[in-house]
């Protein structure tokens, strides 16, 4: 199949996870464009049978805003038309599913390609819920062939918010290359961040409100009183600046690092004792997956699609949304029962092999896909 994928490109779960699939359904014998206003930030080196086309986006005196959702269906129209794409798969509802059908419409009576939309979570649980955008939002999803929601909380909420027809959004979880995220990785940087032999905590975001790292400072500084500990924060976003003024509010900036995006983030991951998630809501969390796969225990909120994810008391532990001191209880139980800690690791990698391991997802889109073809060929 030839297949072209649009997604965001920048630092984020919804970007990667896109990403992967494409990689991993060219390593499958099918043909991926991706389709964006630049390349993946996970998509590099070569990879047969991928191909990258650019949105471009003059500047007009006439447009005193960016006209990026028109760009993008101009350029799917035109590799549908150039490559004979057979399914537009994007990711996001909006803008991206809109501009998708935007962009079959004009083909205009020639066949154009059926559109498999994947709800990540804020398309529909902050833009989407806009009464500016909430009737475009279901106009999308409604007019997608196929429609995939990331966790069964995100179905729910699709289905609650938008009145869509709960059959037609189908789970299809997020997956991780468990080949790539594994224990013990080389290089490991442990030493680095625990020359004196510290526990390693680390976070991984986008340091947008929702996440709340400002807790995961305050529960580290919490464990920090019992275990010695070291807490690494990879990422960037606007809520960066509060975290290292919170650090240093607290007197443990100098035990927090600061790392900012980092593309190879399994090689920060396997190498840490305990990973931190404090969102105020997540529809699956991506970051905690690819913890529990390189076999580190989840200590994070019980909120949205996390517990799907994260199995309390076996590979982590959920406490209620802005229980820090019980977060910071949890670290220390882990950090500090190293039998515990054993059986939680193990517990974590198996989880994520059983059950998000790429291999056992991606069949579950090609089964889409085709049957996606099917309804068009008849």
């Given at each position: 199949m030839k297949i072209g994928i649009t997604c965001y490109p920048t630092y984020g779960g919804s970007g990667a996870v896109a990403t992967q699939l494409g990689i991993s359904l060219a390593a499958h014998g099918h043909e991926i464009h991706f389709i964006s206003y630049a390349q993946p930030f996970r998509l590099s080196g070569f990879h047969e049978r991928v191909y990258?086309?650019?949105?471009?986006?003059?500047?007009?005196?006439?447009?005193?805003?960016?006209?990026?959702?028109?760009?993008?269906?101009?350029?799917?129209?035109?590799?549908?038309?150039?490559?004979?794409?057979?399914?537009?798969?994007?990711?996001?509802?909006?803008?991206?599913?809109?501009?998708a059908w935007i962009a079959c419409e004009m083909l205009n009576g020639r066949e154009a390609p059926p559109i498999v939309t994947t709800l990540h979570g804020t398309d529909v649980t902050l833009v989407g819920m806009h009464p500016s955008f909430r009737e475009l939002t279901r106009f999308s999803i409604m007019r997608s062939q196929g429609v995939t929601a990331v966790s069964e909380f995100l179905r729910d909420v699709t289905v609650r918010d938008f009145d869509v027809p709960a059959e037609r959004v189908q789970v299809i979880p997020n997956f991780v290359d468990t080949e790539l995220f594994k224990p013990d990785p080389g290089p490991c940087h442990r030493q680095v961040f625990a020359p004196a032999g510290e526990k390693v905590v680390t976070h991984v975001s986008n340091f947008r409100p929702v996440k709340r790292v400002t807790d995961v400072i305050d529960a580290y500084a919490r464990i920090r009183e019992e275990v010695a500990a070291r807490l690494v924060?990879?990422?960037?976003?606007?809520?960066?600046?509060?975290?290292?003024?919170?650090?240093?509010?607290?007197?443990?900036?100098?035990?927090?690092?600061?790392?900012?995006?980092?593309?190879?983030?399994?090689?920060?991951?396997?190498?840490?004792?305990?990973?931190?998630?404090?969102?105020?809501?997540?529809?699956?969390?991506?970051?905690?997956?690819?913890a529990l796969s390189c076999g580190v225990p989840v200590v994070g909120y019980r909120a949205g699609g996390l517990p799907e994810v994260v199995s309390h008391g076996e590979?982590?532990?959920?406490?209620?949304?802005?229980?820090?001191?019980?977060?910071?209880?949890?670290?220390?139980?882990?950090?500090?029962?190293?039998?515990?800690?054993?059986s939680f690791r193990e517990d974590a990698r198996e989880a994520a092999v059983e059950r998000f391991a790429i291999d056992r997802v991606l069949p579950r889109y090609e089964d889409l896909y085709r049957a996606m073809l099917g309804q068009a060929a008849e």
């Open positions: 990258f086309h650019e949105v471009e986006m003059e500047r007009y005196p006439l447009f005193e805003h960016s006209h990026y959702s028109l760009a993008l269906a101009a350029t799917i129209h035109d590799t549908a038309l150039r490559e004979g794409l057979d399914i537009v798969h994007v990711h996001y509802a909006i803008p991206h599913a809109t501009s924060m990879v990422g960037d976003g606007p809520d960066r600046p509060r975290a290292a003024e919170r650090a240093r509010e607290l007197g443990i900036a100098r035990d927090v690092v600061f790392l900012g995006k980092h593309a190879s983030v399994e090689e920060l991951l396997g190498c840490a004792d305990l990973f931190l998630l404090t969102s105020d809501s997540e529809s699956f969390g991506l970051a905690a997956l690819e590979n982590g532990m959920l406490v209620p949304v802005g229980a820090v001191d019980e977060a910071a209880a949890a670290g220390i139980r882990l950090l500090s029962d190293p039998e515990m800690a054993a």
